[in-house]
């Protein structure tokens, strides 16, 4: 019996002596493969031309496609987001550019961005995805953020949805570049007073001021036909498409 106790705690002590050194090097394999996740993390915000938001992990959707989304920005210094404005299968592409009002909040896209890139890869990237594609537009001298408005194109047609939820404030009628009549709606958007998401380029609306909207689900009305006129997103598109304007202003009282 001692003999036997003796060979078992011989058995244990060996155990002992042979599993140490194995769960100190699991420990140290853990560090390491930690330092390169680190490092990869670290690395994503450096590259081409290519962009993706921080976020796109954090709100669940795939880093290079729109695919499962429901938005497709954030305002900048906000926690806004700013949802599509129109069935997923009726947008083609999403351009970002320089707002005419300088005030205008930056949006910052989520998901893969296209920045300073030719329009005729933007056109072959748009005409090869099955997805919505986002780009950003040459800058137009106005001194705002590149990315402080979005024109969507989409469909002829196409029903365009509110993209935030909230209450709209503002419908008026107005002539685009003094030829074309045009309607511009603001909205503003639940918990946020201080903003105010303006879209033109609509027709035949469906809501009123005081209407409450909600994200993809309120018709707001129609794509405003934009077949006479030659806009900055139509040089990035495979072929002429109609857009509606998206953009967020800080809100000022009438008067001031």
Known sequence: MEIGSQDRAGRRSNRQRVYRPRRNRGFLLA??????????????????????????????????TLEGASFFSRVSSTDLIIHFPADFSEMIAIGFHQASNPKAYPLEPIGHCLVDETTQTVSETISKSKFPTLFVMNARGRGGSPTSAADVAVKPGTLIRSPVDGVVTKIKT???YGKHPDYHVEIEPRGHPELRVA?????????KVGSKVSHGKTVVGKVRRLSRLQSQIDRYLPEHYDHVHIQVNPYEPEGE
């Open 199 to 207: 879209m033109i380029h609509l027709d035949e609306l469906e809501v």
């Open 31 to 64: 560090l390491i493969f930690a330092f390169i996740v680190c490092l990869v993390v670290w690395g994503r915000g450096f590259g081409g031309k290519s962009s993706e938001i921080d976020s796109t992990e954090e709100l669940n959707i795939s880093s290079s």
């Open 174 to 176: 107005y002539y685009l």
